[in-house]
């Protein structure tokens, strides 16, 4: 059973950098066709992603972070972070790690690939403030 | 980026209640659709994926259907652990985007 916990500062002065890690338990970050997200929710609002890695290091990020975001994994411990430069407190919210699993769905006379995000941890809460 | 709306925003039910959740892709995105419900204090967890397909674990009281730009999420006979809010997500493009919540509550 793959677990995911959070782990990080929950206070963090504007201008600051955000940095959260996320560990993984009972599966593996070197797993071949996983991603690694984050995903975040601020109070009162919906989720958003932030971006994902996968065992190679490629990653993808969401614009609307204007190229503050950074996620990086560290496969000798078994965890991959975030971090977050130049905190407001816009960036206030619930931070949320997850695991992103492929899966080959077949029909009639093919495959088609799907991505979920299949475990996720219970969240840490961070708040930007002075 | 692909937006994601879904109807109603909130909604009071009993249990024993069928429930039906809406979910709109601004543009088409296959069947490439996920579902998770969110409730304070525990991990997300995902429902349904590809649009229809149950997650393991998951009850079979819930369903997914649709396929395109307009998706539904069913709750059939809800369960007290069901309030909640839910969540659609479009895994066809990156960024990834959630559709704005719908709160299931009791009446």
């Known amino acids: 059973q793959v677990q995911l916990q959070e782990s990080g500062p929950g206070l963090v002065k504007p201008s600051q950098t955000l940095s959260l890690t996320c560990t993984v338990s009972?599966?593996?970050?070197?797993?071949?066709?996983?991603?690694w997200s984050w995903i975040r929710q601020p109070a009162e609002k919906g989720l958003e992603w932030i971006g994902r890695i996968n065992n190679s290091g490629s990653t993808n990020y969401n614009p609307s972070l204007k190229s503050r975001g950074t996620i990086s994994v560290d496969t000798s411990k078994n965890q991959f972070s975030l971090k977050l430069s130049s905190a407001t407190a816009a960036d206030t919210a619930v931070y949320y790690c997850?695991?992103?699993?492929?899966?080959?769905?077949?029909?009639?006379?093919?495959?088609?690939?799907?991505?979920?995000?299949?475990?996720w941890g219970k969240g840490t809460t961070v708040t930007v403030s002075s | 980026d692909i937006q994601m709306t879904q109807s109603p925003s909130s909604l009071s039910a009993s249990v024993g209640d069928r429930v039906t959740i809406t979910c709109r892709a601004s543009q088409t995105i296959g069947r490439y659709l996920n579902w998770y419900q969110l409730r304070p204090g525990k991990a997300p967890k995902l429902l349904i994926y590809a649009a229809s397909i149950l997650q393991n674990g998951v009850p079979s009281r819930f369903s997914g259907s649709g396929s395109g730009t307009d998706f539904t999420l069913t709750i059939n006979s809800l369960q007290l652990e069901d309030f909640a809010t839910y969540y659609c997500q479009q895994s066809d493009f990156t960024p990834l985007t959630f559709g704005p919540g719908t709160k299931v509550d009791g009446k």
């Open positions: 009972g599966g593996s970050v070197s797993s071949g066709t996983d991603y």
């Open positions: 997850a695991r992103e699993r492929l899966i080959a769905v077949r029909s009639t006379d093919s495959y088609s690939y799907y991505y979920y995000l299949d475990v």
